[in-house]
């Protein structure tokens, strides 16, 4: 497969809704953190930061000083499921790839061990969601500044995540805004999918979520996996709304989701992993098959994304209670309360995201104080597929087996092995007795990896206060 950053395309032709031209820009370049986070580059009035980029969030903070920076008078403070981040909002020159902002809002957080110096999130999701728009009313999220900045730019973004272990594809990542990747311009031809919007009195609520098809996953067997949408708003509840969050490493679905995908395995159980939490480990050569549907089109998952190595999260070893060498799954059952009245039924991560080229148009998800945007279109995603089954086999076959393809040794019939106790220590070896606690990433510095291990839960409306 070609690398996402060529760039020898002079134009690139938009459907009918965005008329304008636009001359190509360089694509931001991503940095892959061990497939558990995704960095950009960008710079506040000259200091660089490496921020992870998060379509589950609205708004930017940085961890260090940014010299120059105009203080707003206004504190704004974030609290995740673990650390959080405070400190005062602030404006300054923004510079990311070739795009720039004079008087960007964001977050200016003091440096520790759980926000290393230089580091941050940039929020990438709807401008309903923007705390800082809430106090300041020039706060404008970057991507709402940047498409009312240049009226000319289609109103969208893209995003591609690459595999860190893959043996055939070598790509970081990409992202692009107003424009796609040169080398994917099929993504423009893929079936459009409304973004699910909240009512009213919900919208600070409000992801980037879509429906899922009825009867919209397939599970290792092939078969449909039955699933009902807890989200009240929506009246057909066999079709579930899943929430696409670049941020989010691994995916969270409803356990008997977990169960359906994982359980049949020889060997699979059910235990709380260290730094992670409950779920499903199974013998790394187990190779787990899925597929999702949206808009009619079937979407594969890789099975590399279906579990994942220990050793790419920096643990040095994962047993069952059998003894066996096993990995860890990716899509794990809620690690966290949704509340009374969820708004979503699933959370696709990043596990999820590595298998497909994804546009989001904004739509009309415009600023709140932006009146003069007269864009009235719907929002909604396009997803291009990119995993080719056999390849990905192949690939299984190499990273997992060795290189030697041998028959799988299918699964149970019937049920599932989700009578683990889930408190067991799953890092402990029985034969030798030697515990590995820590859950850092291989490739991170480890403050670094003490901000993801923050991230790791999804944060909704991210607990967020104001003062």
Not at 197 to 223: A, F
Not at 259 to 270: K, M, N, Q, S, V
Not at 304 to 324: C, F, H, K, Q, Y
Request: aromatic residues 8%; negative net charge; proline residues 7%.
């Amino acid at each position: 497969m070609p690398r996402a950053s060529l760039l020898f395309a002079l134009f690139l032709l938009f459907p009918l809704s965005h008329s304008l031209t636009l001359s190509v820009r360089a694509p931001i370049e991503l940095s892959n953190q061990g497939d558990l986070s995704y960095y950009a580059d960008l710079t506040l009035n000259g200091r660089a930061f490496k921020v992870l980029v998060d379509t589950g969030s609205a708004d930017l903070w940085v961890a260090g000083t940014v010299l120059g920076a105009t203080d707003t008078g206004f504190r704004g403070s974030v609290s995740y499921a673990v650390g959080g981040v405070d400190g005062p909002i602030k404006s300054a020159r923004l510079q990311f790839g070739n795009h720039s902002v004079s008087n960007q809002a964001f977050i200016e957080v003091t440096p520790d061990d759980s926000h290393p110096e230089g580091h941050g999130i940039l929020g990438l999701g709807p401008s309903t969601g923007s705390f800082i728009t809430d106090l300041v009313p020039t706060g404008t999220p970057l991507l709402s500044h940047l498409f009312a900045q240049y009226r000319t730019t289609p109103n969208f973004f893209t995003i591609l995540l690459g595999r860190e272990r893959d043996p055939t594809d070598h790509y970081t990542g990409s992202l692009t805004i107003g424009e796609v990747l040169p080398d994917r311009p099929a993504i423009l031809d893929q079936p459009r999918i409304n973004i699910v919007k909240l009512p009213e009195s919900r919208q600070d609520q409000q992801h980037l979520q879509v429906l899922l098809d009825t009867d919209g996953l397939q599970g290792p067997d092939g078969q449909v996996i039955p699933m009902t949408s807890v989200v009240s708003q929506m009246a057909d509840k066999s079709r579930l709304t899943v929430v696409l969050d670049s941020g989010f490493s691994l995916p969270q679905v409803p356990r008997a989701v977990a169960d359906a995908l994982y359980g049949r395995f020889h060997g699979a159980e059910f235990v709380s992993v260290n730094g992670i939490g409950p779920t499903y480990i199974l013998p790394c050569d187990a190779e787990v098959n899925a597929t999702f549907l949206f808009g009619g089109h079937r979407y594969p998952m890789h099975p590399l994304d279906m579990t994942m190595d220990p050793s790419a999260l920096g643990i040095g070893s994962v047993v069952n209670s059998r003894g066996e060498l096993s990995c860890i799954a990716t899509f794990q059952p809620f690690t966290y309360d949704r509340g009374p009245n969820p708004t979503y039924d699933m959370v696709l991560g990043m596990a999820f995201m590595r298998n497909v080229y994804t546009l989001f148009d904004y739509g009309d998800f415009t600023s709140p104080n932006d009146t003069s945007s007269s864009t009235t279109d719907p929002p909604y995603i396009q997803l291009l597929s990119l995993t080719d089954p056999g390849e990905a086999h192949r690939d299984f076959v190499t990273v997992r087996l060795g290189g030697v393809d041998v028959p799988p040794r299918g699964l149970t019939p019937g049920s599932t092995n989700t009578n683990q106790d889930e408190n067991r220590d799953s890092n402990s070896n029985p034969k030798s007795n030697k515990h590995v606690y820590a859950i850092i990433g291989s490739v991170v510095v480890i403050g670094v990896l003490l901000l993801i291990a923050g991230i790791l839960v999804y944060r909704g409306r991210k607990n967020r206060t104001l003062r």
